[in-house]
């Protein structure tokens, strides 16, 4: 994403002789779709969520044609719990500006106590008032949220969802900053920003196919199955070196995972990191049993629930778990009976359903751990090396890894090569 962000920005902008490298047969990265045999349906590789803050994302959208097939809706999440009869309810009124819609949120819910209610607005409050983050720099959220003074059960309930969807880390290792960067942005930057966008197609038709034919319409060269083995600078080019050419280019934006093909220079400045995985399931059922978009599972393996169109059934259940250390290695049949284990408990209607057909989606590699030491080492677009940039999900922005984080990663990458 971050890779094809910036082509077609600097594409808007009049540049040419675009050459795009990808490694994988297709483009976009982690953020693609696939025909399952099975059934015929169109799955993303995994459940992103897009929101109104997603301004960046919104822009590379109208930029390459499909920001129609996006729908809005208010943000409303149901919550599971395992003997509570009926979900809580969180829920942002539509027509309110921040804080007083999250306000209105949190306290229209039966999701906390009182006790919780007050504690999560003094945390709410301090984040919109709070000017910068600096002091926070080192800590995590889980030593943020012990400094807030924020009670175990909401922490459980409430944040640590939010913590896990986002920067996929648990609370003891993922960075503070990125959560409060994260919910000023969702909660506190307007009244569109929480707002659910909801895409009609598949991650490929909304982000990756349209760009494609942009580029190239504008002559851009698109190279699938062409890993990047090196990058070298030479007589004051770039050699670009695959597995069947080496070729010449006089500036070069790096979007890769690994920093393997960097120079020596550039690949000192990348922290060291690890991956944190996610495991996505799809569940096909012979009826349905969600109808609203967004499902969260509290006290369960099982964390999210999005229900999705199917061709030819009912209803077709996208399920995640981020962070999913302990789950990613486990087989296919272990993880279905795990997530269906936890349907249950947490629905007891589906006792009585079927399940059909169902896929198993892992990402190993889903995005970097960002702890509060990588975060803070996270380098900027422009190198060392004039007119070698970074874009990806390692390059500082302030954000997780996320599809927004990839979009504002890939246009400061384009803006750095306009404005060297």
């Not at 490298?21 to 349906?41: L, M, N, V």
């Not at 486990?330 to 936890?342: M, Q, S």
Request: with cysteine; proline share 7%; glycine share 6%.
């Amino acid at each position: 994403m971050s890779g094809l962000a910036a082509a077609t920005q600097l594409t808007q902008r009049g540049f040419r002789n675009l050459t795009i490298f990808e490694a994988r047969k297709e483009a976009g990265g982690r953020t693609r779709s696939y025909i399952d045999p099975h059934t015929s349906d169109t799955l993303d590789n995994g459940q992103h969520l897009l929101l109104g803050c997603y301004r960046s994302t919104i822009e590379y959208l109208q930029a390459i044609g499909s920001d129609a097939l996006l729908q809005r809706t208010p943000l409303s999440i149901r919550f599971h719990e395992a003997g509570r009869e009926t979900p809580a309810i969180f829920q942002i009124p539509p027509d309110s500006q921040p804080p007083v819609n999250l306000l209105a949120g949190l306290w229209s819910s039966h999701l906390l106590t009182t006790r919780e209610k007050y504690a999560a607005t003094r945390l709410g409050l301090a984040m919109d008032t709070g000017s910068n983050t600096e002091r926070y720099d080192d800590m995590t959220c889980q030593t943020f949220f012990a400094t807030q003074h924020q009670p175990d059960a909401l922490i459980a309930k409430l944040w640590e969802p939010i913590v896990l969807a986002t920067i996929n880390a648990p609370v003891e290792k993922a960075s503070a900053v990125l959560f409060i960067n994260v919910f000023r942005e969702a909660f506190l930057s307007g009244r569109e920003a929480s707002e659910l966008l909801l895409p009609s197609v598949g991650l490929s038709d909304l982000l990756i196919d349209p760009a494609l034919r942009m580029l190239e319409k504008s002559g851009a060269t698109i190279r699938l199955s062409t890993p990047v083995r090196a990058i070298e600078l030479q007589n004051g080019n770039f050699k670009i070196v695959t597995d069947d050419a080496t070729e010449a280019f006089d500036t070069v934006i790096y979007c890769g995972q690994s920093s393997d093909p960097l120079p020596l220079q550039v690949r000192s400045v990348i922290p060291d990191f690890e991956y944190s995985p996610i495991v996505n399931a799809y569940f096909w059922l012979d009826r349905e049993i969600l109808s609203t978009p967004v499902h969260s599972f509290m006290g369960t393996t099982l964390q999210w629930a999005f229900p999705r169109p199917s061709e030819g059934f009912p209803q077709r259940l996208a399920l995640t778990v981020s962070a999913a250390n302990a789950l990613v290695e486990k087989t296919n049949e272990e993880i279905r009976h795990i997530l269906w284990t936890d349907l249950c408990a947490a629905i007891p209607t589906v006792r009585e359903v079927r399940l059909m057909h169902h896929q198993i989606i892992r990402e190993k590699r889903a995005t970097p751990l960002l702890t509060p030491s990588v975060q803070q080492s996270r380098p900027q677009a422009s190198t060392a090396i004039p007119g070698l940039f970074l874009a990806g999900d390692i390059v500082q922005n302030g954000l997780p890894a996320t599809i927004e984080g990839a979009v504002r990663n890939g246009y400061a990458a384009a803006r750095a090569v306009m404005n060297p």
